[in-house]
């Protein structure tokens, strides 16, 4: 049994190593998932699509990277800062500068900052970084199907692999899911059942020559996608403006105020 003094050491040692000293710790995870989730979901979006399953192991690598650039960003950032303004007191023999000082900043202006700047990396910077370092850069792969439905990828302009019958050229594989693939086109992005597939092909040599286009593919059609979704949404506000103020019509049609 314990002592007076052992029972002491047991909740010294409990206290010590309670979650509470290793919240931050337990708490990164679920927000590396949730930053991933969300960030996955903003490209698909621009692309015309939704993920709704939140638990992927790969949110939690999109979380990480995104966690670790934006803390080396903002490192950096503060020092170029620091730096100028030191130089400015420098050059201008200005006293009154201080660097130190710090200013009220409320929580929703971080909170805004924040929003705005994983839009901007999700739209610009996530699709070109390599999908094994938590990136959304598309693959390049080759379709396998068997004769029904490698006639439905043909009607959609995917083509047959030079001298393969039940393989398709190279496409750019942007989005996995459990039941879905979305394909990157140069006209078009599809999502397709699995079900269509039975399997994947990729040469080394052609994948990694292909797959630059397909970076160029992911980053034109992010872009374009949230611009067109930036400009419907504030149509529909514009036009639900103008219902609220001038009793239009549900079926009234939508016009652009420009």
Sequence with gaps: MLNKDGLKKLTETI????????????????????????????YLYSLGFIENDLIRSRFVLTGIIFFLISYILIYFLRYAIRSFIT????????NELNVTEKKNFPLLKYFMLSVVWLLVYSIFLFPVLPLFIGGGQPRSMSLLANDENIKILNS??????????????????????????????????LSLKKSLIDGFGSLPGKRAEFEQECVRFASTWAKQGSFFGIIQNLLALYNLFLAGHFGLPDNAEMKLPF
């Excluded at 400015?88 to 200005?94: N, T």
């Excluded at 996995?176 to 979305?182: G, H, Q, R, T, V």
Aim: glycine share 4%; with cysteine; proline share 4%.
């Design 15 to 42: 206290s010590a190593h309670s979650p509470e000293k290793y919240s931050i710790i337990l708490i990164f995870p679920i927000a590396a998932l949730i930053a991933g989730f969300l960030i996955w979901n903003v």
């Design 87 to 94: 130089s400015l007191k420098i050059l201008f023999r200005i």
């Design 156 to 189: 959609l302009n995917i083509s047959l692999a030079t001298g393969g019958t039940h393989q398709t050229e190279n496409v750019c594989v942007a989005y996995e899911s459990a039941e879905n693939i979305i394909i990157m086109r140069p006209d078009r992005v």
